[in-house]
């Protein structure tokens, strides 16, 4: 599976950004999708995930009630809605893909960073 991650750039702190990431390759509703992110000089951080079908969703504690992750099946794409945005939270973010039967991430889109200014 291919995967194409956009919509990140230069926010203030507090402010909201949506970051997009688009599938292609393989049939979208049998994926798993996940949101990571890395910062400079930092180790990859989960940050969501969402089942196939959308019914379930787990966040990372440090996202937890700011960050929202959702799909849209019809149009192979996977979001995450970030709001009260902190400056902790400038990073590169990923999109990645699980398939069925799988316990990791093995398909990754390129990354689209977010800075969050103070």
């Known amino acids: 599976v291919q995967l194409q991650a956009s919509g990140g750039g230069l926010v203030q702190a507090g402010g909201s950004l949506r970051l997009s990431c688009a599938a292609s390759?393989?049939?979208?509703?049998?994926?798993?999708m996940g949101w990571f992110r890395q910062a400079p000089g930092k180790e990859r951080e989960f940050v969501a995930r969402i089942t196939r079908d959308g019914a379930i969703t787990l966040y990372g504690d440090s996202v937890k009630g700011r960050f929202t992750i959702s799909r849209d099946n019809a149009k192979n794409t996977v979001y995450l809605q970030m709001s009260t945005l902190r400056p902790e939270d400038t990073a590169v973010y990923y999109c990645a893909a699980r398939t069925l039967g799988s316990s990791e991430f093995a398909s990754w889109g390129q990354g689209t960073e977010v800075t969050v200014s103070s």
């Open positions: 390759g393989r049939t979208f509703s049998s994926l798993d």
